[in-house]
Structure formats: structure tokens, C-alpha cells
């Protein structure tokens, strides 16, 4: 009944049952109080303070002690006991006063702990002994149980929640050494209990903060079944939750009673995580030694990377015979100082000076691994006797247990509340006087909370509203390399934040590279993390394509439409402008065609003003001849304009010459052809000439279809003044890399067509002329030469029309499309030229003779001579020969 024993429990329906265990437990004749306490040590005394100390380890298979704990248990119980002798001497503190103590083995067991502690509440039971006889009719012999004022203990959480549990009851002050659990911080609860360590919310908090130091943000958590364990895990957890960034893998418990083949388990579960290598560890050292030990057989060495509890601290128990697996471990120890004058007192110990320690035989037996000769006990002859003259430190290892500091200062807190309460209640007096006889509990609590003096380390010993001592912790992490000797070094230090020399830490191996415990690693610049649902530390990345760029850890945005990412995708830069450079390959051949073509009508304007009188010239429409050769130089010179880095001017000049050109020049040959179709269906009716053949009235036809192109172009003007534009959409493939924006005047495919399309026009009316003037006999005029130019200019400018739109999507539009234009311009203007002139140049440079003036016929005869040619021409087209070209004078000039 007392193992379910919690305050939860303690209500007022359960008094009479306490009551009642405790009064079985005290009677007289029970057969516990018959052996008067076989195992407890009892040390007279004025004021008698109780102890609780881990001797024995947990017991298994029922047994509730196990083997001795050299260190937990004897060096603190040691402790108590030195600190007491200091103090019983010293003249200043508790003058004439001498402390006792009643010190009980808990046997690291919260239940038998339980049983043990009710020692210290015998004698506040009230209780009438006057019917009570023993088993042979007799009055008992009552012998009056010391009253004990103060524990000192205990060690383990849940066993120090358990004793509290009934301390409180009583009113008897509890001062723990060694207990960190958080839930003992809870005043309305603990009322009665004090510790001279911090809690584990310190703890963890440290632990919290040593984690995020080594840059580890998914971690797994071992804990020991029990409040010290469970609890100290659960407040890392509540402090990585609040403190953000820090995710829990595995939550996983150690059972109070493992079964064969649990920790094996433990570690299998472990790596189902593997990438969470942390592991922070709140577990009892055998349950630590376990862990280890199933790595070790795991073949995991060097996989985890241990971040222990102040239960591990610098301890090595623990990592005995595991050193391997436990390289690396970073451990925590609430900040503590050797006491040399306990090392003196404690090595100077013997079975002859030390008998009222009863435990410390069996501390000798396994310290020195001998075996002491006892009555009606054999030895075993395989083990070696022991002699009596060993001595600690002489003969076997030593090294202060981590707690002995704060057992000492357990006790001296108490006496100093002790001493402060005496000279408060019995001023002058000597020894205990009635107002401290008996002490009452709850007074000699506050007394305690008030307490601040400098403990055995020279810190400060001193308590919170909650019974708890500051939050000060030494770090260390246990190094085999690199090292004169194996073992603990101090690597930091926390008092309410982290001071932490990474630079001096090494793992496995000596590496001083920290190991990595994450779930994913960061993402390069340019990816996005996309978020792995319910667990905000692991995430997948993903990079940020096409024209997106990481506009923060989680997101990708679009970048502005006139810019591109940088090549790591972090931010946007402005896309490259660019436009048709002079040397680019696609400029020079339609540069080298125009520069062709402009020598050449600058050739044929200089060669027709020169012989500008002579026959072949008058023959040609002089005006006509100039208008036309201007239209050519003009389409020439639109090449220039193409290329030209646009802007205002440069775009108001290519709306006005694109079309200009090419109207100029057909408008020229259209009036052309028009007229001699005229004369020629003229002269099959009427000898009579059609009206407007003369040069004056050519000209001003021609002129009235190029007016029309311009106010067109005018007009586009005022409704659209010209201007340039940047294209980003042009260049802009799925590689941001390569784009850039296009700088280029204002001019869609659409009003491109448009600028040409009256030209066009114009070009289609004058092939159309043609072919009705296609039986003009070759010496009437230019007919033929006109016919055969406006032909080829048609196949030309249909094979620009899918080369200009069938580039549209291409990356390369603007190079290939300004190109296809110019040059199909300029070989437009070189066959017009080459046809209608350039056999003229021939004549007149090379051939003079030719140029000389013939008879001049009437137009009647003309147009007879044209009517018979063009018959016999019909009738004997295969027979016809070849011969010079006769120029007939113009007769209408």
C-alpha cells in the first residue's frame, strides 16, 4: 500500500489508512521494530537530521537491493557525515549544540525508499500503548523514537517525490542534493522540499541551448521511467517547443524493469531516424551503460552523439568498458568544486576508524576487491583477503563523487537555518532550549529559504520562492583523442545562458568537425523549402525554375517582366538590353547588299545626268527615270535605317522611308506601265493618243499615288507618335540566361504589313499592268523590261512572307525578320535597277554608237509598226531572231 503512496492520494479519506499502516508499522511487538533499524547508520545527537542515501543499487528479481554504489551511495553518505564532524566542531556554528543524524539506504528504489522514510515520522505519532501487551501477556518496553527535524535526501527524483509525499504530511523539512525533476518546483505540492540543485528546467533549458550551439535541430530523447527521467525530458521538449526551430524525432522511455533485449529495441528505433544522430539522454547511469553497451553490439560506435542529463555528468560508471561509443558525449553537472578537506577526511578512512559507516565494509570489499574474513563465513579461496591496510587512493582508484558538494551543502544549509532559528528562539541560551524542543517544522522551513552563505565551493548557497537553488552547470564532454588521458574535460559553462568553446570540443576520432543532426539539410541558394507536413525542422527543397526567384526560405516569386534571376536565383538583375549591333553577321550582308546597291544607282543617277540630252535617256522618261531611281536609292537606304540604334528620330524615319521607298519606285513603274498599256489598247481604236501620257502629267500621277503613302504615314504620326520600346518577350526562352530585352521602335508585325502593304498594292497593279503589256514588241519601249522586273519582285516578296512570319517564335526574331526585310528590300531595288538600267549604263558607256538619235515617226505609225510587229510576232515566234534592241525616240516627248 505505501508503493501507490502520492499527495494525489493524501486527501482527507485517506488519513485513517495512513494512520493505520503507520501505527502497524510502529508496533511495539512488529518484528521491524525488533531489529532497531539493521539498516541505518545512528549518530547521537542534540538535533538529530535524517539521510537518504542510493547505498545499494535497484534490486532485481524482488530483491530491493542490488550491489553497493561506490560513488552515489558511499561518497555522499560519506559526505553527510564529514560535513556533520565540521560542523559539531566548529565553535561558531550551533555552539554547544551537537547534531545527529539517522541515515537509511534507499536502495535507489522509490518504494522501498518510502518504507524506509517512515523512520522519520515514528516519533510525531501520537499513540496509547496502555492496552497494548506482547505475545506473552507483558507490558512492551517503549523506548522514545529520536525525532528527527530535517532530511537531507534524497537522491533520485521519483524517490524524493515519494518521501516528500509523507515528509509534508508531518511538517519535516526535506533538503535534496541530487534531485532535479521540475515537478518538485511545484511549491503547493512540495511545500516542505528544498534542494541545493537546480531543477531540470534549468537543465534543460542548458541542454536546450547546447543543442541549437551545435547547430542540431532534430534530435531524439531517452529518458528513464520515472519523474526524474520523464520529467526532465518533458520540460527539453516544452523548452524546444517554445524556443522554436528544434523538432523531437523519438520520444522514447527506458521501463523501471527492462526485459531482455529492451535496449536493443531502443537503439533499432533510434535509427529508423537516422538522421537525428542527437540523442538527449535523462536516464539513470545503469540504464546509460545499457544504451551504450546495445550500440556497441549494434556496431553503431560513432553514430550518436549523446547529450546527457547531470545523472551522467562526469561520472564513469557509466561509460566503463563503453569509452568508444560515449566519445563525443557533451554531459551536464550543475557547477561544482572538489573539496580537498572531504578528499583528506574520506582517504584517511578505514574499517578501524570508521565503524559507525555499516555499509563501509562492504564498500571496502568491492573498492579493493578483496574479501573480509567474517564468523561461520567461509572464503572464497579464488579471492584475494582482505589485509585491513589498503587505503583509498593508495590501492584503488579515487576520484570525489560530482555531488559531494552539494550533500555537504544540504547539511550545512540546514544547520545554518538551524543555528539562525536558535539565536532567534533561545537568545543566550546554551543548547536546545524549550522553544526549540521540539522544532516545529513549518518555522525551521522558513528559516531555510532564508538562508545565503557561501558553501564548500566559496558559491552561493541560497533558495527561490520554490525551494530551488540557482541554475549554475558545468559541460563537459568526454575526449579520447588528441588528449594525455581519457576522460571529462570542461568544454563551457551556463548561468542563465550558454558560454560554450566549440573550438576545444573533438568527436570520434578527434574530428573537430561538428557532426550534423538534422532532418534535411539547408537548401542552396535559389531553393525554396517546401515544408514536410507536421514536422517544421525537415522539409524537401526545391529550386526556384524559370524566371522565379527566392523571394524567402519558403517561396519562389516571379521576377519583374523587364528583369531575371542572378545565376544563384537569390534576387533579380535588370535583362540585358540589346539591339542589332553594325557588326553583327546578321547587319553586314544586308549592309554590304544596300552599300552594292546604292554605288550602284548613285552610278546610274550620275551616268543619266551626264548623258542626260542623250537619246537612251530621253527614251527612258527622264523624269520618270529620276523618280524611280530615287525610290531605288531610298529602299537602299532603309538598310541603314533597320539597323540604326532606334530611337524617336531613327523610328519616325523608318515609318516614313519603309514604305516610301518601295511607293516611290512602284508608283514610278506603275504610271509606267499604265501608260503604255493605254497607248498600246489606245492604238487599236483611235490614232488619237490618250490623255495624261505626257512627262508633266506622269509626274503628277505619280506623285498623287506616293501622297497617299504619306499622309498615311502623317496620320499614323499624329495617332501614334513613334517611339522606342524594350521587348522583353521577344528573347525570352525557358533559360534566363539568355534573355534579353529587344530595343526596337514601336512597329508590330501588323503595322509593319501595314507601312507595306499600299506598296504592295502598287507593286500587284503594275504586274498586273505587265502582264496585259506582255505583247508589246521589245522596241516599244520598257514594257518588257517592267513586266519581267515586277515578276521577279513578286517571287521575292513571296518568299519573304513566310521567312518573316514563320520566325515569329523564334529566339533570334528581331535578327532574322530585320534581315529577311532588308534584304529582300534591296534585291527588290537590285532587280528593278538591274532591269530597267543597268542594259542602259551598258549602252551608254560601252556602246555609244547605239545612242544616237533615229527618225521620228508620227504616232500612227508607231502604233501601225507596233500592231504588224506584234502579229508576225505571234505567227512566227519559234523562227524569231535575236538582234539588237532598236530604240525608238519617244515621240510623244
Known amino acids: 500500500m505505501f508503493r501507490v503512496l502520492s499527495w494525489s492520494s493524501c486527501h482527507s479519506t485517506t488519513w485513517p489508512r495512513l494512520l493505520w499502516i503507520l501505527w502497524v508499522w510502529l508496533s511495539p511487538c512488529s518484528s521491524v521494530h525488533q531489529h532497531s533499524h539493521p539498516h541505518s547508520i545512528k549518530i547521537p545527537g542534540d538535533i538529530t537530521l535524517g539521510g537518504l542515501f542510493p547505498v545499494h543499487a535497484r534490486g532485481h528479481a524482488g530483491v530491493p537491493c542490488g550491489e553497493i554504489k561506490k560513488e552515489k551511495g558511499i561518497h555522499r553518505l560519506e559526505a553527510m557525515l564529514y560535513a556533520l564532524d565540521q560542523i559539531n566542531s566548529d565553535p561558531e556554528l550551533l555552539p554547544n549544540i551537537t547534531l545527529g543524524a539517522r541515515i537509511l539506504d534507499t536502495c535507489s528504489r ?3 525508499a518510502l518504507e524506509q522514510s517512515l523512520t522519520f515520522v515514528q516519533a510525531l505519532i501520537q499513540k496509547d500503548t496502555s492496552d497494548i501487551r506482547c505475545s506473552n501477556g507483558e507490558q512492551p518496553i517503549i523506548r522514545k523514537p529520536e525525532r528527527v527535524v530535517g532530511v537531507i535526501g534524497a537522491s533520485g527524483s521519483s524517490v524524493s517525490i515519494m518521501v516528500a509525499n509523507v515528509l509534508r504530511l508531518f511538517e519535516i523539512p526535506q533538503i535534496s542534493y541530487a534531485s532535479t525533476a521540475p515537478e518538485l518546483s511545484d511549491h503547493n505540492r512540495y511545500d516542505f522540499f528544498s534542494r541545493v540543485v537546480p531543477p531540470d528546467s534549468y537543465q534543460a533549458q542548458a541542454m536546450v541551448d547546447i543543442v541549437k550551439a551545435l547547430g542540431w535541430n532534430y534530435v531524439s530523447t531517452l529518458a528513464s521511467e520515472g519523474n526524474y527521467g520523464e520529467s526532465g525530458v518533458d520540460a527539453f521538449i516544452q523548452i524546444s517547443r517554445e524556443a522554436g526551430g528544434l523538432c523531437i524525432a523519438q520520444s522514447m522511455k527506458i521501463p523501471r524493469e527492462p526485459k531482455p533485449g529492451e535496449f536493443d529495441k531502443i537503439i533499432k528505433r533510434l535509427m ?6 542527437g540523442v538527449i539522454i535523462f536516464a539513470h547511469e545503469d540504464d546509460i551503460k545499457q544504451v551504450l553497451e546495445a550500440a556497441r553490439k549494434s556496431n553503431l560506435t560513432g553514430q550518436f552523439k549523446f547529450v546527457g542529463s547531470d545523472s551522467w555528468g562526469a561520472k564513469s560508471s557509466p561509460i566503463l568498458d563503453q569509452e568508444e561509443v560515449a566519445e563525443g558525449a557533451v554531459t551536464i553537472l550543475p557547477k561544482r568544486a572538489s573539496i580537498e578537506g572531504f578528499d583528506q577526511y574520506f582517504t584517511t578512512r578505514s574499517l578501524e576508524n570508521n565503524r559507525r559507516n555499516i555499509w563501509f565494509a562492504e564498500f571496502w570489499e568491492d573498492d579493493f576487491r578483496c574479501k573480509l574474513t567474517r564468523p561461520g563465513i567461509k572464503i572464497d579461496p579464488e579471492k584475494k583477503k582482505c589485509t585491513g591496510e589498503e587505503r583509498i587512493s593508495r590501492d584503488s582508484h579515487y576520484e570525489q563523487e560530482g555531488k ?29 532550549c524549550d522553544k526549540m524542543d521540539p522544532v516545529e517544522g513549518r518555522l525551521l522551513l522558513s528559516y531555510i529559504h532564508s538562508v545565503n552563505f557561501n558553501g564548500s565551493a566559496g558559491t552561493a548557497v541560497l533558495f527561490n520562492e520554490n525551494g530551488d537553488a540557482p541554475g549554475r552547470y558545468d559541460i563537459f564532454q568526454y575526449q579520447m583523442t588528441n588528449t594525455t588521458s581519457p576522460g571529462y574535460r570542461v568544454i563551457g559553462q551556463w548561468t542563465n545562458n550558454l558560454r560554450l568553446n566549440v573550438e576545444e570540443m573533438q568527436w570520434t576520432g578527434g574530428s573537430r568537425q561538428i557532426p550534423d543532426s538534422v532532418c534535411s539539410f539547408p537548401c542552396r541558394s535559389g531553393e525554396r523549402k517546401k515544408m514536410v507536413k507536421g514536422v517544421p525542422c525537415c522539409w524537401h527543397c526545391e529550386l526556384c525554375d524559370g524566371y522565379q526567384f527566392q523571394a524567402d526560405e519558403l517561396n519562389c516569386e516571379m521576377c519583374p517582366f523587364d528583369m531575371r534571376p542572378t545565376p544563384n536565383r537569390t534576387a533579380c538583375r535588370p535583362t540585358p538590353i540589346i539591339k542589332l549591333e553594325w557588326h553583327s553577321p546578321w547587319a553586314m550582308i544586308p549592309l554590304f547588299l544596300a552599300i552594292l546597291g546604292i554605288l550602284a544607282t548613285l552610278s546610274v ?19 520618270l527615270s529620276y523618280v524611280l531611281l530615287v525610290g531605288i536609292f531610298l529602299i ?10 532606334p530611337g524617336t528620330v531613327v523610328c519616325a524615319f523608318r515609318r516614313l522611308l519603309l514604305g516610301l521607298g518601295m511607293c516611290i519606285t512602284y508608283s514610278a513603274m506603275l504610271t509606267k506601265t499604265n501608260r503604255i498599256y493605254r497607248i498600246f489598247e489606245q492604238g487599236k481604236k483611235s490614232v488619237t493618243p490618250p490623255k495624261f501620257i505626257s512627262p508633266t502629267s506622269q509626274l503628277m500621277i505619280t506623285f498623287i499615288l506616293i501622297s497617299v503613302q504619306v499622309v498615311g504615314v502623317f496620320i499614323w504620326f499624329g495617332v501614334m507618335p513613334p517611339h ?7 528573347q525570352r526562352p525557358p533559360n534566363p540566361e539568355l534573355a534579353r530585352g529587344v530595343l526596337k521602335c514601336d512597329m508590330s508585325d501588323l503595322s509593319l504589313i501595314c507601312c507595306l502593304s499600299y506598296s504592295i498594292v502598287l507593286m500587284v497593279t503594275c504586274t498586273v499592268y505587265a502582264v496585259k503589256s506582255r505583247g508589246v514588241p521589245e522596241t516599244f519601249n520598257e514594257a518588257k523590261p517592267i513586266g519581267f522586273t515586277m515578276y521577279t519582285t513578286c517571287i521575292v516578296w513571296l518568299a519573304f512572307v513566310p521567312i518573316f512570319f514563320g520566325t515569329a517564335q523564334s529566339t533570334e526574331k528581331m535578327f532574322i525578320q530585320t534581315t529577311t526585310l532588308t534584304v529582300s528590300m534591296s534585291l527588290s531595288a537590285s532587280v528593278s535597277l538591274g532591269m530597267l538600267y543597268i542594259p542602259k549604263v551598258y549602252v551608254i558607256i560601252f556602246h555609244p ?11 500612227k505609225a508607231v502604233v501601225q509598226a507596233a500592231t504588224m510587229s506584234s502579229r508576225l510576232s505571234q505567227k512566227s515566234i519559234n523562227d524569231k531572231q535575236n538582234g539588237e534592241t532598236k530604240i525608238e525616240p519617244d515621240r510623244t516627248q
Open 404 to 432: 559531494v558538494q552539494f550533500v555537504i551543502d544540504a547539511v550545512y544549509a540546514m544547520a545554518h537555518a538551524l543555528h539562525n532559528m536558535h539565536q532567534d528562539l533561545c537568545p543566550g541560551a546554551t543548547g536546545v
Open 110 to 112: 522509490d518504494t522501498y
Open 636 to 645: 537602299y537606304l532603309i538598310t541603314f535605317l533597320m539597323i540604326a540604334e
Open 849 to 859: 554608237e547605239q545612242n544616237v538619235q533615229k527618225r521620228k515617226r508620227s504616232f
Open 605 to 623: 543617277i550620275i551616268t543619266f545626268i551626264r548623258f542626260n540630252d542623250t537619246p537612251i535617256v530621253r527614251a527612258a522618261g527622264r523624269e
Open 724 to 730: 522606342t520600346i524594350v521587348d522583353y518577350e521577344e
Open 272 to 277: 529508423e531516424t537516422p538522421n537525428a544522430r
